[in-house]
T-cell receptor
Framework: NAGVTQTPKFQVLKTGQSMTLQCAQD?????MYWYRQDPGMGLRLIYY???????DKGEVPNGYNVSRLNKREFSLRLESAAPSQTSVYFC???????????FGSGTRLTVV | QKEVEQNSGPLSVPEGAIASLNCTYS??????FFWYRQYSGKSPELIMF??SNGDKEDGRFTAQLNKASQYVSLLIRDSQPSDSATYLC???????????WGLGTSLAVNP
């Protein structure tokens, strides 16, 4: 049972390039989340999907878009990467926030 | 602004001691609380959750909740060097499907 799988694990982008971070969960969870984690800033919610077919902005959505492709998959897209988007990105899922989240292993993104 | 606050540490304890990690929250509507452990370079891992006032024990870990004081704590008994990590506290408020996260407390257990 893989849990939450994120790809890629590492990525270096040049300013202005685009990329999509992939996330898939095999736990039949309804809700999925994208976070970024920066030193001293903690976990900040970018976007979330409470259920298949819905997405909502979190605290720091600017510069990102998401797609809830189906119940299993939730992708995060950077259309035009900026150095300020250098961060560690975590995908998480839950059957409901009252039960806590399961996190993927993260993507370390560097924008130069 | 709903907040969860933690002392950033570092909290340093000797091996075998009890480590006490504390967390306060501002939203009185918060109903459930979570402790996550995050090793350096890894993702957060859920170690304890608590919904009711009082204590909840799981092995060497005890979570304590006092809703009147809006206070959550995590006790780690017989601390081991492998417990050295950052501990994140999170609160969930009712119908809101999102967790509110603290910034974490860094724990160092010294052999």
């Amino acid at each position: 049972n893989a849990g939450v799988t994120q790809t890629p694990k590492f990525q270096v982008l040049k300013t202005g390039q685009s990329m999509t971070l992939q996330c898939a969960q095999d736990m039949n969870h309804n809700s999925m989340y994208w976070y970024r984690q920066d030193p001293g800033m903690g976990l900040r919610l970018i976007y979330y999907s409470a259920s298949e077919g819905t997405t909502d902005k979190g605290e720091v959505p600017n510069g990102y878009n998401v797609s809830r492709l189906n119940k299993r998959e939730f992708s995060l897209r950077l259309e035009s990467a900026a150095p300020s988007q250098t961060s560690v990105y975590f995908c998480a899922s839950s059957t409901g926030a009252n039960y806590g989240y399961t996190f993927g292993s993260g993507t370390r993104l560097t924008v130069v | 602004q709903k907040e969860v606050e933690q002392n950033s540490g570092p909290l340093s304890v000797p091996e075998g001691a009890i480590a006490s990690l504390n967390c306060t929250y501002s939203d009185r509507g918060s109903q459930s609380f979570f402790w996550y452990r995050q090793y350096s370079g890894k993702s957060p891992e859920l170690i304890m959750f608590i919904y009711s006032n009082g204590d909840k024990e799981d092995g060497r870990f005890t979570a304590q909740l006092n809703k009147a004081s809006q206070y959550v704590s995590l006790l780690i008994r017989d601390s081991q060097p492998s417990d050295s990590a950052t501990y994140l506290c999170a609160a969930h408020a009712g119908n809101n499907r999102k967790l509110i996260w603290g910034l974490g407390t860094s724990l160092a257990v010294n052999p």
